[in-house]
């Protein structure tokens, strides 16, 4: 399978506009945006720029989407996954905006992740990719021990627009998608092994 990952469209058609350019020189099978598609909203933003995408789409909510984006998302061709698990080719993606812990909470009663999944989430797990412009780490902790728990095979984030690339951490590799000046995201493909490159 071969993933397009991308976050922080920020309601610019411009950053739409490229995802759209690589989405026909790539030909990916899935795109997975990685929140904040809008610039806190609203909600029909959304749905026109997830439903000017041309391949299956699954989307979370990011920290700058207002809560009409949720609906925003249902409206349109995409499937949100916050909170759900979808299979795509034999695949699971498990979703979560990555802002409220509590969700995290949920994630690990309901024991939806494990060595097989690929977490789809906006803000990143602490001391991955997610170095902030004066070097700190800016992710989540609550998510990383939630990560380090239960070890999925691939997590997907945006949000710190500073640190787009990827790294392997133990078994599971973490890519920051997000779109910025130094990155239009990355290119995944899931056969034994898994490829990541970030479209710079």
Not at 55 to 69: Q, Y
Not at 80 to 104: A, H
């Amino acid at each position: 399978m071969k993933i397009y990952s991308v976050a922080d469209i920020h309601g610019s058609q411009y950053r739409l506009n490229l995802i759209l350019k690589n989405i026909k020189r790539y030909a990916p099978d899935l795109v997975i945006v990685c929140g904040d598609i809008t610039q806190f909203g609203p909600g029909d933003v959304a749905k026109n720029f997830l439903d000017q995408i041309p391949v299956e789409t699954i989307a979370v909510t990011g920290n700058i989407d207002s809560p009409d984006v949720e609906k925003g998302i249902d409206n349109s061709k995409a499937t949100r996954i916050e909170l759900k698990k979808v299979v795509k080719k034999g695949i699971s993606f498990v979703g979560s905006s990555g802002i409220n812990p509590d969700d995290f909470k949920t994630l690990e009663e309901k024991k939806m992740i494990d060595e097989k999944t690929i977490l789809v989430t906006h803000v990143p797990p602490f001391g991955t990719v997610d170095k902030i412009f004066i070097g700190m780490h800016g992710g989540s902790k609550e998510l990383r021990e939630l990560v380090d728990k239960f070890k999925p095979r691939l997590v997907l984030s945006g949000h710190i627009h500073e640190d787009p690339g990827y790294k392997r951490i133990n078994n599971t590799i973490f890519v920051n998608c997000s779109i910025s000046k130094r990155s239009e995201g990355a290119i995944i493909e899931i056969n034994k092994e898994i490829s990541v490159k970030i479209l710079e």
